[in-house]
């Protein structure tokens, strides 16, 4: 015991020694630092995410990293930020002092001394989705191939000489012109790529392999150095060793594995919610006796799908989330009341709650369905349950709502599910009702050959997030959280907990128990495989059910229910999307709202349903009128408008013009010609997405002021 105790500070001094080198400059590269305290620095604007704009201030991995280099060295970096070609080129020509995300490679090594890689990341090739089987560098033969200007191994596929390499400045530019099939492939690495994908909601692209050349494995990233700055090269790979294994990880789990590896996706927040997330715990409650939504199981642990979900929540975020326990769902809501719990993962919006709760989207959704005892017949209606004793959990959302849709039910509140089932299985309730999820979740494990799944009622359980009414930032934060959960994510969580199978064996202990023959035998099993095969007939349909309202309520989210555009948020987010882009791309974009001219008389004359068919030919002639890269959307009533990415309002005036042309020609059925105006604009410095749709208003307003059937540009 003696030796260990001797042996414990050398064991902790080679601990630390594994985990950083000591951070010890020399004389002469003290002098430098003072005599030379500000470095110059080229990062890019559009390498995610290591280094990228969000809402027009530049961050990532290497920025994180470039401070905590700053703050161990007691240097100042100013940066130039560039497109890759751009700042290699500054390099170059010994404009700046250093680069950053360079990788190795001899062709480099006179003008560039290198620090050891920070970051190693796969590159990727990506194909479009109709590409075929990909069977290796042989597929890529003769097909026009997407890659960045002086990337690292751009040399070894020159030597190749098997590809038709098509040269990018940009990131955005090489994904787009993938997607809309300018090229057949393209090489980068997998994070900028995948966020990419995600931002823009591309969805015809897929991963085709890892790029293995003789010479190239991985995108090794590195600050380069000038050779004749040898001393700052020192100081550089000094401060990068002196970083902890620690802090490596921790800005790895920041930058990197939000993007990469979350199924949902990375969250773009502003500095308000940065802040709040970076000092507040979030305290929620969930329901203890709710599985498979949620609940606690033997051992006090938080398990079911709002568990996922608040595990989700954590890695979206990097926030930290605690769980405050309660006996009931009661107690849960009385919690959050008195401000000991910050939020509900699950909860329905219901006009009572709202006076103490905010809401977000809700973004689940499902059937509630009604259980009784295997000799009921089968339930098609609420209304079929009149003048009976009907169980609903104490406090849930739907009992207000029952009692005033169905006044003659007699619903008997209970204290958990357990509690109602138990009740009908008693024969003291008639029936108890409850979600599908719920219901069959504990039809698994108990009351087979007791209850059964009877009917489903007209009402859906639709969940939210509740957040307490006073914390406003904490709800802005979730709802950007539910805005990028994919439907894939949903699902996956879902059936996770529901996977619902009745195909089991049964115990035939209590059969034979009152059983007298094989005749009576036989025919209750019939009997009871009957039952069993018509409730999961009626699970399936409710499963298919949600399913699909779920896919609906997707589609109705991004588009506009009549003429099947994009709706006036999606439109929102995609003015938003080019915005953010100008910070970087400097290449403009142009915005119209068009109307339809005198379409009130369209309606007054041949009703409103003649109208709704005008609408949809109108949105059909400006989908056939606009190039691939244009968005069109429906922004309300008669109002639509377009997105023209990356165009100048010279090349958009004859676009729109023809566009007029198109419609004024066009013989609408059954009544003929009709004719719209058209508000031009094209994108400021420091426009907002009210500014520029305000703009195109008034030119379309002049448009009709001046005799409508023109396009004005304001």
């Known amino acids: 015991m003696k030796k260990l105790f001797m042996l414990l500070p050398f064991l902790l001094l080679c601990s630390v020694a594994s985990t950083a080198k000591p951070l010890i400059f020399t004389e002469e590269e003290k002098r430098f630092i003072k005599n030379n305290p500000v470095v110059t620095v080229g990062v890019m604007p559009d390498f995610t995410p290591f280094s990228y704009y969000v809402e027009g201030e530049v961050v990532g991995y290497e920025h994180d990293l470039l401070n905590i280099i700053a703050k161990k060295s007691g240097l100042t970096f100013e940066k130039h930020i560039d497109k890759w070609t751009s700042i290699y080129n500054l390099f170059k020509n010994k404009e700046l002092d250093v680069i950053s995300s360079i990788s190795y490679k001899k062709y480099r090594e006179p003008f560039t001394v290198f620090t050891s890689p920070y970051y190693n990341i796969p590159i990727m090739i990506f194909v479009k989705d109709d590409f075929g089987e990909y069977e290796g560098l042989k597929s890529l033969a003769k097909k026009r191939v997407g890659v960045l200007k002086d990337v690292f191994y751009i040399k070894e596929l020159e030597d190749l000489g098997t590809m038709d390499l098509i040269y990018y400045d940009s990131y955005d530019e090489l994904t787009k012109d993938l997607v809309f099939g300018k090229i057949d492939a393209l090489m980068q690495n997998l994070p900028n790529i995948n966020h990419l994908i995600k931002k823009n909601l591309y969805n015809n692209i897929k991963l085709a392999s890892e790029l293995s050349l003789p010479n190239t494995k991985r995108e090794d990233l590195r600050f380069g150095v000038q050779p004749e700055k ?141 259980a009784t005892r295997v000799n009921v017949p089968f339930i098609n209606q609420a209304l079929d349950l009149e003048g009976e004793k009907v169980g609903i959990i104490r406090g849930d959302a739907f009992v207000k709502i029952l009692r005033e849709k169905y006044p003659s039910l007699k619903l008997i509140e209970v204290d958990d599910i357990y509690d109602g089932l138990d009740k009908v299985k008693s024969g003291e309730l008639f ?43 904490l709800l802005g934060v979730l709802q950007k959280v539910v805005n990028s959960i994919t439907n894939e994510r949903h699902r996956k969580i879902f059936t996770r907990w529901i996977p619902i199978k009745y195909e089991q064996d049964v115990d035939y202990k209590i059969v034979w128990q009152v059983v007298l023959g094989v005749f009576v035998f036989l025919t209750l099993m019939l009997y009871w495989n009957r039952k069993i095969t018509k409730a999961n007939t009626l699970l399936r349909q409710a499963q298919k059910d949600i399913e699909e309202k779920n896919k609906e309520l997707n589609r109705l989210a991004l588009t506009d229910n009549l003429t099947a555009l994009f709706n006036r948020r999606k439109l929102e987010e995609i003015i938003r999307s080019e915005i953010d882009k100008q910070s970087y791309l400097k290449r403009g974009f142009c915005l119209s709202i068009l109307d339809i001219d005198h379409f009130k008389s369209v309606n007054d004359k041949y009703g409103h349903q003649r109208g709704d068919s005008v609408l949809i030919e109108f949105s059909n002639v400006l989908k056939d009128s606009l190039r691939k890269s244009d968005y069109v959307g429906r922004y309300g009533g008669e109002e639509f408008i377009i997105v023209f990415p990356e165009s100048s309002i010279e090349d958009v005036t004859l676009i729109v013009e023809k566009i007029r042309l198109k419609i004024s020609q066009h013989d609408f059925e059954a009544i003929d010609h009709r004719t719209a105006s058209f508000g031009l604009t094209s994108f400021k410095q420091g426009d907002t997405i009210e500014t520029m749709i305000k703009r195109a208003d008034i030119a379309l307003y002049e448009a009709k002021k001046s005799g409508r059937n023109k396009v004005v540009i304001l």
């Open 431 to 473: 029936a108890y009702i409850d979600t599908l999820a719920s219901i069959g979740y504990e039809f698994q494990s108990k009351y087979f050959g007791e209850l059964k799944i009877a009917g489903k009622i007209s009402e859906n359980l639709e969940l939210s997030i509740a957040v307490r009414k006073d914390d406003v930032t």
């Open 230 to 370: 040898s001393i700052l090269s020192s100081i550089l790979q000094k401060s990068l060793s002196s970083i902890s294994k620690r802090e490596m990880e921790a800005l790895s789990d920041k930058w990197i594995g939000s993007i990469k590896e979350y199924p949902g996706g990375h969250i773009d927040l502003n500095d308000v919610e940065k802040a709040y997330i970076n000092t507040h715990t979030i305290k929620y409650c969930i329901n203890p006796s709710g599985l498979p939504f949620e609940g606690l199981n033997e051992d006090g642990e938080h398990v079911g799908m709002s568990s996922d979900y608040y595990h989700l929540f954590e890695q979206m975020l990097s926030a930290k989330f605690e769980l405050v326990k309660t006996r009931t769902w009661n107690e849960s809501v009385e919690f959050i009341k008195q401000k000991k719990c910050d939020m509900l993962a699950l909860s329905m919006e219901t006009p009572e709650r709202k006076a103490f709760l905010n809401f977000t989207d809700h973004y689940l959704d499902v059937p509630l369905v009604v």
